[in-house]
């Protein structure tokens, strides 16, 4: 099947639960404010950490303040992301949520917040590694960071279908995820295209309405909340249940 079958599938299914799907998005909405309490800056519609602006006299309240602010953002994020996935579980199984699925929510939610974080952790150990050793002129340490952080993002792509649809141990969802990024390679390829492309999509828009609203960089970051993310996960759903050859 081609990719773009499968993002037609993706439309499909997004059309057919848009009401759901934006309600559970919700959480993306308050992650993101959060996220802005954070030394940051914003561009592309995302938010991204600014390491540089940690000073080294930052006091502990405030190191400790910082880390809670990821972890509540971190959780969130981890919230939504299994909501979204849970209700493409339901529509494939021709269930509305029940309360059990809810229960079921809970835990996948602590599953998935644990290999995000130790992800973020990962990548967070890598920059300072060679941030610290000097090694290297800036220009490398971009692209190493760069390709390490590619090679993260694929291995844990599918972490949250594992752990939703496949109902997978923390250990188990990163094994099925790595085996379903190196087995539909060319899908994962794919997808990371298409997010790259809407990323920029929403970016070159809300840079152009700059000029007349002055929030446009804030209603990117909503917009991509509300809209791509979910979509995005709705389209690794469809990957993901490639493997069975069934498509919702």
Do not use: C, W
Not at 191 to 219: D, K, R
Request: no cysteine.
């Amino acid at each position: 099947m081609t990719f773009a079958k499968l993002v037609g599938h993706a439309l499909k299914a997004y059309s057919e639960n848009l009401r759901l799907l934006s309600f559970f998005s919700i959480p993306f909405l308050i992650a993101f404010p959060l996220a802005l309490l954070l030394p940051n800056y914003v561009a592309l519609g995302g938010i991204y950490l600014r390491l540089g602006s940690i000073g080294a006299d930052v006091s502990a309240i405030e190191l400790l303040s910082l880390l809670a602010v990821l972890l509540v953002s971190l959780l969130l994020f981890s919230f939504a992301v299994v909501a979204v996935n849970s209700v493409l579980r339901a529509q494939r199984s021709l269930n509305a949520l029940k309360h059990t699925d809810f229960e079921r929510m809970e835990e996948a939610t602590i599953k998935l917040f644990t290999v995000l974080l130790a992800v973020f952790i990962a990548s967070f150990a890598f920059n300072l590694a060679l941030f610290e050793s000097g090694a290297a002129s800036e220009g490398v340490r971009i692209v190493l960071n760069s390709l390490f952080s590619f090679a993260l993002a694929l291995l844990v792509l599918f972490v949250p279908q594992a752990i939703v649809i496949d109902n997978a141990s923390v250990e188990h969802a990163v094994a099925l995820s790595y085996s379903m990024a190196t087995k539909k390679f060319r899908y994962a390829i794919a997808f990371v295209a298409l997010a790259a492309v809407l990323l920029a999509l929403n970016a070159v828009v809300f840079s152009a309405l700059a000029a007349v609203l002055p929030f446009a960089p804030l209603i990117a970051i909503a917009f991509n909340a509300l809209v791509f993310l979910p979509f995005l996960e709705v389209v690794k759903v469809q990957i993901y249940l490639s493997k069975y050859s069934l498509l919702i």
